[in-house]
């Protein structure tokens, strides 16, 4: 297959680039930076600086949307606002149009989106039926994948990736969970009651690729590990697998003070299960949250 990819040099997108690669798909990357995804992605793959110019997606045969500002790189400002918004909406609502445009258009789309389309669901179950909570990460969510299923139709299916914490050796999210731990005071935040929804990198390419090759898939489906876990079990397990103490909690009016409104995603949470990916039958390789961190964290780093 002939693979178009956004987002191919980020945390998911660069392993992913390399999966596709090996399974002999052919693969080309929207980038914004053409120097600097060559360097990373290698020679195999096509570079494309942007769909401006594009009028449809003839000739492609997938593609897999991952494209997106980091959600807490920075506070939440009305600007930051707009920019997480901007950087997932504009090019989503593009490339379903261009799939719309096209005459023989690409047989899915795979997009991304996040556990936070649920809001903060508290003790909460949650599963792929559930509306969602009305607060920001739902709005930027539900948005983002509406634009998504406009692509939708007889010719082309839709999935939508709602996905949790990615614990991967390469950065992301567990990188900045890491750093009190290396200082020596790591712990629980806040309560430590909230629940984490995580999932090993290992199955997020590999619930992709399921995606990618099951025809009779679509919809939304939470990319999640089966057992979930609260933040202060999320601590223990980190601090055990980077040989460090899990003792110092956080007040949570500490971490309100320092991340303002976006301290939710720290503060919050959901118990998020993959029903979908499991019912169709899907099986996780990583089900127990102390052996996927010890996969991932080097502990003498």
Not at 131 to 154: I, Q, V
Not at 225 to 232: S, T
């Amino acid at each position: 297959m002939h693979i178009l990819l956004t987002g191919g040099t980020g945390l998911i997108g660069q392993p992913l680039v390399a999966r596709l690669l090996q399974a002999g798909h052919e693969v080309s990357v929207v980038t914004r930076d053409v120097a600097g995804a060559r360097k990373k992605l290698g020679e195999k793959v096509r570079l494309w600086s942007g769909l401006e110019k594009q009028r449809d997606l003839n000739g492609i045969d997938a593609v897999i949307n991952l494209a997106g500002e980091p959600i807490a790189a920075k506070r939440w400002s009305e600007t930051q606002k707009q920019l997480l918004c901007r950087s997932r909406w504009q090019i989503t609502e593009r490339l379903a149009a261009l799939i719309s445009a096209s005459s023989s258009p690409p047989a899915v789309l795979i997009s991304g989106s996040a556990t936070g389309f649920y809001g903060n669901t508290g003790e909460l179950v949650v599963t792929e039926d559930d509306p969602g909570h009305d607060e920001f990460t739902h709005r930027l969510c539900d948005t983002w994948e509406k634009l998504a299923m406009l692509a939708a139709s007889e010719r082309t299916r839709v999935c939508l990736l709602r996905t949790g914490v990615v614990l991967s050796r390469s950065g992301g999210a567990l990188e900045k969970m890491k750093l009190p731990f290396k200082m020596g005071v790591g712990g629980p935040l806040g309560s430590g009651k909230q629940f984490l929804p995580w999932i090993h990198i290992d199955d997020m390419l590999n619930g992709i690729l399921w995606l990618l090759e099951h025809p009779t898939l679509s919809g939304p489906f939470n990319l999640v590990a089966p057992y979930a876990v609260r933040n202060q079990q999320f601590a223990a397990a980190l601090g055990e697998a980077m040989h460090r103490p899990a003792i110092v909690r956080t007040p949570a009016s500490a971490i309100r003070l320092l991340m303002g409104e976006s301290a939710v995603l720290v503060l919050g949470g959901q118990h998020v299960l993959p029903q979908r990916l499991e019912a169709s039958g899907f099986r996780f390789r990583w089900y127990e949250l102390d052996e996927a961190l010890a996969d991932v964290i080097d502990s003498k780093r």
